[in-house]
Structures are given as structure tokens and as C-alpha cells.
């Protein structure tokens, strides 16, 4: 029966069962645990510019530990700060190889009330959560970031915008 079989067949029934394997051992969930997702460690991963057209800058790192490449499809993230929520879009599709730590670079516009917001208590806690889809030969994954806390955010324009909005208290 082997002989009957072309090497063409045989290389693509070789192809496709490792694969079936990865799919086997490895479920949505549990490659979904081997993605990390944190903020940079250094510099400012956090930047909210509180400025007339602000804009709010996350850089995330991120480590792959899957048994094979992953591509991000999509993400959103929600910036938690002075009681305000800021909503970051990501649908530019990045591809991480195994073992790659990078990062990503997600901004999204500060509206002028919740910069207004922020300014009045900027000693909040900031809190980020997200949600993130991922694909990979293996299968598509979800990722959900629950409440990273401890973000220390770099305020720009904090003081003039305090200023600014000071007669209106």
C-alpha cells in the first residue's frame, strides 16, 4: 500500500501530523498561557498627554513560549485611570516567532473630559485590561489580560491642564 503512495502524499501526510499533535497537546487555553503580555520594563510604558488632542502611548511587551509562531490578529486594551477609561485599538496584524520577546505599540486619543478627569486626581490607581486574539498554525487563540495594576503613568501637560480647568472647580 506504501508503494502506491506518491512522495508528494507522503511528504504532506508528514507536514500536517506534527501539526495535528501541537493541536492535540496544546489546546486554546494552554497556548494561551505560554503568550506573556506585560508592560515594558523600562522607560515610560505608560504616556498620557494631556494636552488639547492628546493622545495616551502603551508599550507592551511581549514573549512567545508556544511550540510554534503566532501571529497577532487583533487586540483591545482599556487603560483604567482617574477613574476614566481610555480604549486602545490594535489591528495591525505582527507575527512573533518562537522564543521572540518585542513589543507593541498601541496609542489611542485622550478625549478632553476624561483628560480633564485625569488631571483632577492623577495620583489614581491605573489599572490595564485587554483582550487579544492570536493565530498560529496550531489554531487560533484568545488571550485575555486581566487587571495589571502598579502602572505609573508619565503625565504630559499634567499642571497646564490642571490649570485650565481650575476655575471651572
Known amino acids: 500500500m506504501v508503494e ?52 495616551a502611548h502603551l508599550y507592551l ?29 490594535e489591528l495591525a496584524k505582527r507575527e512573533f516567532e518562537i522564543g521572540e520577546i518585542a513589543e507593541i505599540y498601541v496609542r489611542a486619543p485622550v478625549p478632553s473630559e476624561v483628560a480633564d478627569a485625569i488631571s483632577r486626581t492623577p495620583d489614581n490607581a491605573v489599572s490595564l485590561y485587554g483582550h487579544i486574539e492570536f493565530n498560529s498554525p496550531v489554531r487560533t487563540f484568545p488571550k485575555t ?15 497646564q491642564r490642571q490649570r485650565l480647568i481650575a476655575p471651572s472647580q
Open 4 to 55: 502506491n503512495l506518491g512522495l508528494k502524499s507522503l511528504w504532506m501526510l508528514a507536514r500536517y501530523l506534527p501539526a495535528a499533535l501541537i493541536r492535540w497537546r496544546f489546546p486554546p487555553k494552554r497556548l494561551a498561557s505560554l503568550v506573556y503580555l506585560d508592560l515594558r520594563p523600562r522607560h515610560d510604558a505608560v504616556v498620557l498627554e494631556l494636552h488639547p488632542n492628546g493622545m
Open 145 to 159: 489580560v486581566g487587571n495589571l495594576e502598579g502602572i505609573r503613568p508619565r503625565f504630559v501637560n499634567l499642571e
Open 61 to 89: 511587551q511581549v514573549i512567545n513560549l508556544c511550540p510554534a509562531r503566532v501571529e497577532l490578529d487583533r487586540a483591545c486594551f482599556s487603560l483604567i485611570c482617574g477613574g476614566s477609561e481610555i480604549k486602545f485599538v
